[in-house]
């Protein structure tokens, strides 16, 4: 019963994902790639629903139809591109939400031919002791103007964008990017959030009502679901409703590390002016009791700093406040002889020693209490918490559009983001061939985009600063991912 629940959430997940993400570049439809997408999972829950769950799956059988189906993946989002990739390999990619926004128009959003005299007013607009421009090359989406950068790129930008304002108006936007040789150049891209586009008032970003509605019902999913791990059942809660407050520490921990995690993008996200819907809590009545929260944003990121800036404050808020629950709920936990089953997932004899920052954490608590061949029983409030370290280590994988994307996009550029991000689904494959409560986390990750929401200005560097703070969140990661190293065990006597 157990796999079907785990296969309809990870079924649900998927489709959510593939919605907000692929469906704005390919006309290929949504429910053929997820059905591409989930073929493995169904495979590997067929074996265990038809052999022994205590047979281990072949290694062919977890390799091949993933192998098989990515291809495939890959060929349906390509025959069914929206955009018209130039042979030249230079890469002057729309943002996904800005694509979305041109299919929204009545009519859509394509770069109006200019004139001779405009053509040479936007020559004008570049300077040449700042940009060089060389060449202009229209595109249905765009025109391109390529040329030599000769100051730093943020003063380039803020010239040529104000240059470029004052001549058109709102008329375009203004992008800055790297071509795939690393040469910076300017695209000017159709606004459609010009005076003159709009045919209609803008609908609200922000629905209070609807986002209240949706934390009131994630409340309720996650208590349910709170009261069934502390071993109560459904018959014994709704016999006596009061019992559902045993449910509380787990769902207001949730609640908490998720609402802080969303509060941090969102107003991160406000403070550089990106207009963003409020946090939305997605409520299922089973596995966690929610699928989590998430923003949208509607509008382009302003710079690498903002998309960083805006990365990385979801992870680091929601850890912050993750620490004192974990550690909290531990210190209400109990230590109990570790068995053979323990490990991740059992919760009755959980061993932590699989993830280095929850082993040091239970160490921290129990002291001595805590060594060899010893486990924890953990509260509620404890698995909250541990679901806080999962959250937090999930987004910082640096694939796509998760928040780890965001992050060494804005460290290294966008052409690095997607080579580290080629990487790290390799790596956590390798791991989920190991450690199989890896093996979710390798599928999401697969079959994810590897490009996410660039800026305008996608040229300019981080500072110092940001680089330490984004070198951290990668140490993060590993260290709630990897497992307690075995010298640093015997030292401590775990």
């Known amino acids: ?26 006309h290929t439809p949504a429910w053929l790639l997820w059905l591409v997408v989930m073929t493995p999972p169904i495979a590997w829950t067929v074996w265990y629903m038809v052999m022994d769950e205590e047979k281990s799956i072949p ?22 591109r929206i955009l018209t990739k130039n042979q030249d390999s230079q890469n002057y990619s729309l943002f996904p939400n800005l694509e979305k926004k041109i299919k929204t128009l009545e009519n859509p959003v394509f770069i109006r031919p200019i004139t001779a005299t405009e053509e040479q007013s936007l020559r004008n607009c570049f300077p040449w002791g700042v940009y060089y421009l060389q060449n202009l090359d229209y595109r249905p989406q765009a025109i391109l ?21 004052r001549v058109f108006g709102d008329r375009f936007l203004i992008l800055f ?11 000017l891209v159709a606004n459609p959030w010009a005076k003159s586009q709009q045919k209609e008032p803008e609908q609200p970003t922000t629905r209070p009502l609807f986002a209240l509605g949706l934390l009131l019902l994630t409340l309720l999913t996650t208590t349910i679901i709170g009261t069934e791990i502390a071993g109560i059942s459904v018959e014994q809660w709704q016999e006596n409703l009061r019992l559902l407050l045993n449910g509380l520490p787990y769902s207001l921990g949730v609640i908490i590390i998720l609402g802080i995690h969303e509060l941090s993008h969102y107003l991160t996200a406000i403070r550089y002016k990106v207009i963003t819907t409020l946090p939305y809590f997605i409520p299922i009545p089973f596995f966690l009791g929610t699928f989590g929260a998430f923003i949208q944003i509607k509008s382009p990121i302003p710079h690498r700093q903002a998309l960083f800036d805006v990365g990385i404050a979801g992870p680091l808020g929601g850890f912050m406040v993750t620490v004192p629950i974990l550690l909290w709920g531990l210190s209400l936990s ?6 053979e089953e323990s490990n991740l997932l059992s919760l009755q004899a959980f061993d932590p ?16 209490s805590f060594i060899a061949e010893k486990a924890i029983h953990l509260h509620p409030l404890a698995i909250a918490g541990y679901v806080g370290l999962i959250i937090t280590a999930l987004n910082l994988m640096p694939v796509g559009q998760l928040d780890g994307g965001h992050i060494v996009h804005g460290m290294f550029g966008q ?19 190991i450690r199989q409560e890896f093996l979710l986390w390798a ?21 110092d600063r940001r680089d330490i703070l984004g070198l951290f969140s990668l140490a993060l990661l590993i260290m709630i991912l990897l497992p307690l190293p075995g010298t640093l065990a015997q030292w401590l006597n775990l």
């Open 353 to 368: 020693r699989g993830s280095f920052l929850f082993a040091i954490f239970a160490k921290l608590v129990f002291g001595s």
């Open 59 to 80: 290694l062919v059988w977890i390799i091949l139809p993933l192998f098989i189906c990515f291809i495939t993946y890959g060929w349906l989002i390509s025959i069914g």
């Open 334 to 339: 109990k230590v109990v002889p570790l068995v």
């Open 415 to 433: 052409r690095a983001a997607i080579i580290i991000g080629q990487f790290t689904r390799l790596f956590v494959l390798a791991l989920g061939i």
């Open 145 to 165: 103007c390529r040329g030599k950068l000769r100051i730093a790129p943020e003063k380039a930008y803020q010239s040529i964008k104000t240059n470029i304002e």
């Open 177 to 187: 990017q790297e071509s795939l040789q690393g040469q910076p150049f300017f695209a």
């Open 1 to 26: 019963m157990w796999l079907l629940l785990l296969l309809l959430t990870l079924s649900i997940i998927t489709y959510i994902l593939i919605k907000r993400t692929v469906t704005s570049v390919t």
């Open 443 to 463: 599928i999401l990750l697969f079959f994810m985009p590897t490009s996410e929401q660039t800026a305008l200005n996608d040229v300019t560097e981080l500072d």
